[in-house]
Every structure is written in structure tokens, then in C-alpha cells.
């Protein structure tokens, strides 16, 4: 297998994937090429059906979408119109039924929601492009959703929890589902949430893991427990969200886990958080013990600018160690109002007209490539 050094490794590793990866959205229609190469497109956005609204009405756990941006698609559309915003590809991970409701129960709130994105797509086609929410407390029945998402309502990929990846075991558990997505060759989008407990190696974002960031102890039932005058716990709670997403970007990008793979794209949500800064020193322990990764390890691997992945100087970091072609636009849209400052901040970086043009619409137009 060819290995690299550091430098070279940095160098290349925004090269690009298998062209049998990108060819995995060759089924959609003229209308959507067309969009996606007019305006910016949107890889981090989220809507919630109106089915699953309904099938979620009056419960608390989980509880319904909070606040119309979550499902308003007019107010969606008029928005993406204002900013120059010619496409979103939808997505929400749903991980609170793995955890709130028995498989069986929760089974229809998922096909539900496929089914809502599958009716939007046919009233939008030249606007959306969308990936199916699956469940990872029944893997079996979730491999299932995900053919028929892709054979049936002409989705083009899935949404996972970010936790179902702390580690490789946890990865591997999901293997039926990235059997079907390797035959379908879909995209991957890896987000924040849980995953379900039977999922090995799970650590959850907050709770036990608190002292270790300075944080206050979680409460009894879940509750916020109180802070110490003075202290910064906004800054604290950014930091564990960093690592907690870094972690899992190692599990899909410097472990072996995708190898089998090859014709699966994988997206990480706001920039992977702190893998950016720690990926030169992960590849410099590597080759001081005799075992350089191979250079197409994080080449296999998107990050996208959603929310807390947006800062200006953190794009262009990552668009060095990375380069502009792993970087995806991405707005967070459906809790955050507005797609603006998402722009406001990738124009603000310090990267050039092009790369900010790969990361505005080019890498985009490039997975959502027709035949």
C-alpha cells in the first residue's frame, strides 16, 4: 500500500475520490445538474416532514420540531433566493428515537420522514436533493430504508449519529448499512447525535465526560447543574463538541474502516471540529513509529462549514491541511434562520476566489455529478 510523508501527505489531501463513488448520483434528473451548477449549494441543511410533525405532536420525548424553520418551506425557499442559494441537500438525524422509542414504535416516524423528503423532492426537484434518516438500533431494517430510499424515492444517500463512530467496533456494527450504500454508492453524512445503545464504544457528548472538559457535573434527570461564578462554560461546552467530533473523524478517516468501502463519499459536520488542528500531529506520531498513513486515508473524508464549523480561520485551516476540495458548504439551515452568515463567513476567509469556489458550489457539483 503506498504511504506518504507528512508534507506529501498534506499536500494531496484534497485529492479526489473514486470516480465509482461520484457516479453514485448519475440517476437524478437534467434539472437538478443544472441548479447545483448556477448557484451555492447547501450540504448541511435539515427539514422535518410534515408527517413526522404530526406523528410527533404533543410528546415530549422525542418532542416535535421547534420553531417553523425547521419545516416552513416557503420561508426556506425565500431565504435560499435572497442569498444566491440554488440548492440544499436535506438531512436530519433523528438519533432521539434510537434512544426514546423501541424500534417498532419508531419505525414509522422513519419512513415517514423519507417519505415527506421524497414528496418535497418531487414538488422541488430543481431545489433539493435529500438523504434518507435511519436508524441505528435495528441495522437490518435500517439496510433495508436505505435501498429503498435510494431504488424508490430517488434519495441519494443517509444520514448517521455522530456517536455510532467513537469507535471501530461501533463502525463495524453498521456494516450491513454500508453494504447497501456501497452498492448504491451513497453519500454519508455523519452528524451530531446518538446513537442506539447497543452500539459498542459509545460516549455521550456531555454527562460523564464533564470534569474531563472542566465542565459542572450533569444534574440528576438529565438537568444542567449549576456553574461557578466567573467560570466560561459556553467555552468549555465548544471544546468537548470539538473533540467529540475529531474523535470520530478518526474512526472514518485513520482507521481501516472504510477501506471495503471504496465507492461510499462520507461527510463529517462542522469540520470535523478539531481534527484540523490535530491531523499533522497524528501524522507525524505515525511516522515516528515506522508507519506513515497511507495517503488515502483522509482524501476520503468531507467536512462541511455547518455552524460551529464556520469561523473564517478555521475554514482556512482546514482548507490547508485538508485542501478546498474536502470542504463542503454547509449552513446548519432548519435551527439556524438564515443561510447569510454561512456565506458571509467563507467569503471572509482567507482562501482563494477558486478554493472558495470549490467550496461554494464546485465540490458540491461534483458529488451531485449527472451522467
Not at 490547508?320 to 435551527?335: E, H, Q
Amino acid at each position: 500500500m503506498t504511504r506518504t510523508t507528512r508534507r506529501r501527505f498534506l499536500r494531496t489531501a484534497g485529492g479526489s475520490v473514486s470516480a465509482a463513488a461520484l457516479s453514485s448520483f448519475a440517476r437524478a434528473s437534467a434539472a437538478q445538474r443544472g441548479a447545483a451548477s448556477d448557484g451555492i449549494v447547501d450540504f448541511h441543511a435539515h427539514w422535518i416532514g410534515p408527517r413526522v410533525a404530526e406523528l410527533l405532536k404533543g410528546r415530549t420525548s422525542p418532542r416535535p420540531p421547534q420553531g417553523t424553520t425547521w419545516y416552513d418551506t416557503d420561508a426556506r425557499l425565500r431565504d435560499l433566493d435572497a442569498n444566491g442559494v440554488a440548492r440544499q441537500v436535506l438531512a436530519w438525524v433523528g438519533a432521539s428515537f434510537d434512544g426514546a422509542l423501541p424500534p417498532d414504535e419508531a419505525r414509522p416516524l422513519w419512513r415517514a420522514q423519507n417519505d415527506d423528503l421524497a414528496a418535497l423532492l418531487k414538488r422541488h426537484p430543481s431545489r433539493f436533493s435529500a438523504l434518507a434518516s435511519i436508524p441505528t438500533a435495528n441495522v437490518a431494517w435500517a439496510a433495508e430504508e436505505l435501498d429503498r430510499a435510494h431504488g424508490e424515492l430517488g434519495l441519494v444517500g443517509a444520514v448517521l449519529p455522530l456517536d455510532a463512530f467513537v469507535s471501530l467496533a461501533g463502525a463495524r456494527a453498521l456494516a450491513p448499512i454500508f453494504a447497501v450504500a456501497q452498492k448504491h454508492k451513497s453519500h454519508i453524512f455523519v452528524h451530531r447525535g446518538a446513537a442506539a445503545a447497543d452500539v459498542p464504544g459509545q460516549q455521550p457528548e456531555t454527562g460523564a465526560i464533564n470534569p474531563y472538559f472542566g465542565l459542572p457535573p450533569a444534574a440528576s434527570g438529565g438537568a444542567r447543574a449549576g456553574s461557578i461564578a466567573g467560570d466560561n462554560v459556553p467555552a468549555r461546552t465548544l471544546l468537548a463538541t470539538a473533540t467529540h467530533l475529531a474523535s470520530r473523524v478518526v474512526t472514518l478517516a485513520f482507521t481501516d474502516f472504510l477501506d471495503a468501502y471504496q465507492d461510499v463519499t462520507v461527510q463529517v459536520a462542522m469540520m470535523g471540529g478539531a481534527i484540523p488542528y490535530v491531523t499533522e500531529q497524528i501524522q507525524m506520531a505515525a511516522e515516528d513509529a515506522g508507519a506513515p498513513l497511507p495517503d488515502t486515508r483522509l482524501k476520503r473524508v468531507y467536512f462541511d462549514t455547518g455552524q460551529s464549523g464556520r469561523g473564517p480561520r478555521g475554514i482556512a485551516l482546514a482548507a490547508r491541511v485538508f485542501g478546498a476540495d474536502r470542504i463542503l458548504f454547509g449552513t446548519d439551515s432548519g435551527p439556524t434562520a438564515s443561510v447569510a452568515p454561512t456565506i458571509a463567513a467563507v467569503r471572509q476567509a482567507a482562501i482563494t476566489d477558486a478554493d472558495k469556489e470549490l467550496v461554494f458550489r464546485g465540490n458540491a457539483r461534483r458529488l451531485l455529478a449527472r451522467a
